[in-house]
């Protein structure tokens, strides 16, 4: 039995590392914060009109909750929805997919409060890019592996020929 080419087994292994990269890139955290003086919860739901005009949720938005002391950020997750516990105080609320118009919107949040802000969004008119540039080298990568497999595979059935 012939061991298999170098070129084989590190296919197999970045195809592996594609697999486990996407697995841990879909997780997603939830670290509980603790503030001294208390806080409370925001929390909703973020939708938008398709090319259709139909409303429909938008996964991995970014809402972000900030004041002049503070920065949080949530992304939605299935059926947009979205949650973030913040301290007290006064915050702009604001969320921005790409390809669509930016919103905010200010909130209060007491000790133990709980709120809930739904957005409805239009679409902005603006392309929204298809390849995120990191994808770019691991597409182009992929390819240059496949082409050196394919043309060492002709290569050595182009020697056993003659």
Request: proline content about 6%; cysteine-free; hydrophobic content about 45%.
């Amino acid at each position: 039995m012939r061991p298999l080419p170098y070129v084989a087994v590190f296919t197999v292994l970045l195809g592996l590392l594609l697999v486990v990269g996407a697995a841990v890139a879909s997780a997603q955290s939830n670290p509980e914060q603790t503030f001294l003086g208390g806080g409370g919860m925001i929390r909703g739901n973020v939708y938008g009109f398709n090319m259709w005009d139909e409303l429909v949720p938008i996964e991995w938005a970014t809402v972000t909750a900030a004041n002049s002391r503070y920065s949080f950020v949530a992304y939605t997750g299935g059926g947009g929805t979205y949650e973030m516990f913040v301290p007290m105080g006064v915050y702009n609320v604001t969320v921005a997919p790409p390809g669509y118009k930016a919103y905010s919107i200010s909130v209060t949040v007491g000790d133990g409060s709980s709120s809930s802000i739904n957005f409805y969004l239009e679409q902005s008119g603006v392309p929204v890019p298809e390849f995120q540039p990191a994808a770019f080298s691991i597409v182009l990568f992929v390819a240059l592996a496949s082409v050196l497999l394919a043309k060492r595979t002709t290569t050595r059935r182009h020697r056993h020929s003659k």
